[in-house]
């Protein structure tokens, strides 16, 4: 699997069905036959990612947004990435 940086473009993979639940997200994931849930963070990431961005700029927009530590966010954004590209819901686009 390809090692994810600040500096990797990721975007959601557009032919995955997903719907809202409350304030989480439910994603149906087509060829494996398996449903992913996602907190409300990790739906903001979601509808974040719809269009291709780097994570840096993901991680700069959500510490702006939360009011976090960057270093913080980039770490979580990072390893829900690093989930979410083995489970095949995102593609990458490396530099």
């Not at 975007?11 to 809202?20: C, G, I, K, V």
């Not at 927009?61 to 954004?77: K, M, N, S």
């Amino acid at each position: 699997m390809t090692e994810l940086s600040s500096a990797t473009t990721v975007l959601r993979d557009p032919e995955l069905l997903f719907s809202p639940v409350n304030h989480d997200l439910v994603i149906f994931q087509v060829k494996q036959s398996a449903y992913f849930s996602l907190d409300e963070i990790g739906a903001d990431i979601w509808r974040r990612i719809e269009c291709p961005v780097t994570v840096s700029a993901l991680c700069d927009d959500l510490a702006t947004e939360y009011q976090a530590d960057r270093a913080v966010i980039e770490r979580d954004v990072l390893a829900l990435l690093t989930q979410m590209t083995a489970a095949e819901l995102i593609e990458l686009r490396l530099p």
